[in-house]
């Protein structure tokens, strides 16, 4: 029984060289060529590309038309609290004053008189968040959309 597993084992040994020698003579007639080997790289030349003048100055134009709306959107912290009096889109001068000095007092701050009041609505109104009119000797401030954005 010895003899007969040797002989077996002995025979697949046999077998597995016979068909490692057939694939590597099959392996040395058809060889692929690599895709390395068909590539050819060339050598390129590259250079940095040159900004224009006029490109380089809209660029800096753009760069400080951008830098000014920034600093023309801050609004201190008396405009805010202006614009978070408008509860409806529409409200006369004395409206506005009612409210935002209603809550400076509670909070132990001076309230704003006319004068004050106005210059901030109209500092609001170049800054593009309110518009006024003139109703029956009264201003009107309306609430832009800009100014609604701005308060939600």
Request: glycine share 4%; aromatic share 4%; hydrophobic share 35%.
């Amino acid at each position: 029984m010895e003899k007969q597993e040797d002989d077996d084992s002995q025979r697949k040994k046999a077998d597995a060289e016979k068909l490692k020698s057939y694939i590597d003579e099959m392996a040395k007639g058809q060889k692929a060529p690599i895709a390395k080997d068909l590539v050819i790289l060339k050598h390129v030349e590259t250079k940095k590309q040159m900004v224009s003048q006029d490109a380089k100055n809209l660029a800096d134009a753009i760069k400080e038309i951008e830098g000014f709306k920034e600093k023309s959107d801050e609004l201190t912290s008396d405009e805010l609290t202006i614009l978070e009096a408008f509860e409806k889109k529409r409200l006369f001068l004395s409206r506005i004053a009612i409210i935002v000095n209603q809550s400076r007092v509670t909070m132990g701050m001076e309230g704003f008189n006319k004068s004050e009041l106005e210059e901030i609505l109209n500092n609001l109104i170049a800054k593009g968040y309110l518009e006024s009119q003139v109703v029956n000797d009264n201003v009107v401030y309306i609430l832009t959309e800009k100014g609604e954005e701005r308060i939600q």
